[in-house]
């Protein structure tokens, strides 16, 4: 089975519209991250939310956490062109510290 | 702000050789990873270490790969003998704490095998 499947795989905006990104997950989980990877580029931590949290604010960025349906969703405001990256969701499960990675969505804003 | 640093940015080597690829982790962090990500699919999780030892590895990090942290700042992934599908982005992370704690990337190495 798969760890972090985001959707959609892409996305599509125009700037200043909301991006909106899901994750799922199959099993329990210390917390979920997400990542973002500009084209060829390194990872780069955007939030992390605990499983004992239920939404956290960074910014621009929403992230919530659903651990009975073991999903997660990230949501950009505002977007702008600058935004368009690969977000990847990330889970850490119980007792472990690998993190284990999505497919990501590739999001483009178009200016 | 202190950063994950990986030389080189890219490697190529021929099939059968032998590379190693180099981290300096975020100098106070204790827990070190190495990722790879093969062109076009996810991240995927290789070794873990801490405390002078793996603490973690997976399916992938088989008796071709060794991990070492020589120095006290240093942290390299040596692959024995490459082969062609070992060619991928390898990203090495650190993080102060264990479970829990958020990883910081580097920029990874490009390592094509021809």
């Known amino acids: 089975s798969q760890q972090g499947e985001e959707d959609p795989q892409a996305l599509s905006i125009q700037e200043g519209e909301n991006a909106t990104m899901n994750c799922s997950y199959k099993?329990?989980?210390?917390?979920l991250q997400w990542y973002r990877q500009n084209s060829g580029r390194g990872l780069v931590h955007l939030i992390l939310?605990?499983?004992?949290?239920r939404e956290k604010h960074s910014g621009r960025l929403r992230v919530t956490l659903d651990t009975s349906k073991k999903s997660s969703s990230l949501l950009i405001t505002a977007s702008r062109a600058a935004d368009t990256a690969s977000y990847f969701c990330?889970?850490?499960?119980?007792?472990?510290?690998?993190?284990?990675f999505g497919k990501g969505t590739r999001l483009s804003v178009i200016a | 702000e202190p950063e994950v640093t990986q030389t080189p940015s890219h490697q190529v080597t021929q099939m059968g050789q032998e590379v190693i690829l180099r981290c300096v982790p975020i100098?106070?962090?204790?827990?070190f990873y190495w990722y790879r990500q093969i062109l076009g699919q996810k991240v995927e999780f290789l070794v873990s270490?801490?405390?002078?030892?793996?603490?973690?590895k997976s399916e992938i990090f088989d008796d071709q790969f060794s991990v070492e942290r020589p120095d006290g700042s240093n942290f390299t992934l040596k692959i024995r003998s490459t082969k062609l599908e070992d060619s991928a982005m390898y990203f090495c992370?650190?993080?102060?704490?264990?479970?829990?704690?958020?990883?910081?990337f580097g920029a990874g190495t490009r390592l094509s095998v021809l």
């Open positions: 992370a650190s993080s102060l704490r264990g479970s829990g704690g958020i990883q910081y």
């Open positions: 270490f801490y405390n002078n030892e793996i603490s973690e």
């Open positions: 100098s106070n962090h204790l827990y």
């Open positions: 099993t329990s989980i210390n917390n």
């Open positions: 939310i605990r499983s004992n949290e």
């Open positions: 990330a889970t850490d499960e119980s007792g472990n510290t690998p993190l284990v």
